[in-house]
């Protein structure tokens, strides 16, 4: 059974660091792109970042220069390092795979909330 679960989320100060991560059970991990995406209230979930096989990153305009994503293929978790967070960061954070060698997506996690203050 494949499982994505991330952990990390909290309650952090504007300008703080948080790291989250999510661990990956069930499926190859490194043979397959992996992406943070996030949902804030009453909005769309957007992309926040993406990283290839080959590791490749592409981040989302909003948190270009403040997160960064990592992947430990040999322990199978994906990483969000995030820094300088900002009140509009809080929003609940999903872990995503895609499918072996493309960009399509398919298994989420259930998400972790960060939620920053001002």
């Known amino acids: 059974q494949v499982h994505l679960v991330e952990s990390g989320g909290g309650l952090v100060q504007r300008g703080g660091s948080l790291r989250l991560s999510c661990e990956v059970s069930?499926?190859?991990?490194?043979?397959?792109?992996m992406e943070w995406h996030r949902q804030a209230p009453g909005k769309e979930r957007e992309l926040v970042a993406k990283?290839?096989?080959?590791?490749?990153?592409v981040y989302g305009e909003a948190v270009k220069g403040r997160f960064s994503i990592i992947r430990d293929n040999s322990r199978k978790i994906l990483y969000l390092e995030m820094n300088s967070l900002k009140p509009e960061d809080t929003a609940v954070y999903y872990c995503?795979?895609?499918?072996?060698?493309?960009?399509?997506?398919?298994?989420w996690g259930e998400g972790t909330l960060v939620t920053v203050s001002s």
């Open positions: 995503a795979s895609n499918r072996p060698g493309v960009w399509s997506l398919e298994h």
């Open positions: 069930g499926i190859l991990f490194s043979n397959r792109a």
């Open positions: 990283i290839g096989i080959d590791g490749s990153t």
